[in-house]
């Protein structure tokens, strides 16, 4: 069983195991996988087409969803490193689930999935959302 806490999830049993195992199960390193499994707090953010995924509730265009994922990411992943470094907290994004996945502290995993929203919905570079917090702090998020 899953403890659901201000849409972070706690560490339980075997659903703990299969919650994540079924989404980081493309990850082609074990040790990000392991990381994953070790965690004791994580979020997975749906970004896709799937029932809960921010494009599609949101009803974002299928042409602008490539787009709006390189603002997550920036060339060649650079926004990654920046955002963990950020928020403290370990950050994937697999594309075959199309799923952000987070592990870290309650506070840094609300702050991934606020970067992420923003980057998402509001077509906003991850880039911007990381510099606009880090000189004005987390409540310059809203805008």
């Known amino acids: 069983m899953l403890l659901k806490v201000k849409n972070t999830f706690t560490k339980s049993t075997s659903n703990h195991f299969k919650n994540i195992s079924k989404h980081a199960s493309n990850l082609q390193e074990n040790n990000l996988a392991i990381k994953l499994l070790n965690a004791r707090q994580y979020e997975i953010i749906k970004i896709g087409y799937e029932d809960d995924g921010l494009i599609a509730k949101f009803g ?65 570079p991850a880039v911007d959302i990381i510099n606009k917090i880090r000189t004005r702090g987390a409540g310059a998020l809203l805008w």
């Open 60 to 124: 974002i265009d299928e042409r602008e969803c490539d787009e709006r994922k390189e603002l997550l990411l920036g060339p060649d992943d650079i926004y990654i490193k920046p955002l963990e470094e950020l928020t403290g907290c370990f950050v994937i994004v697999n594309w075959n689930t199309d799923t952000v996945i987070a592990t870290g502290l309650f506070e840094g995993l609300k702050l991934v999935r606020m970067i992420v929203e923003e980057c998402i919905v509001c077509k906003i």
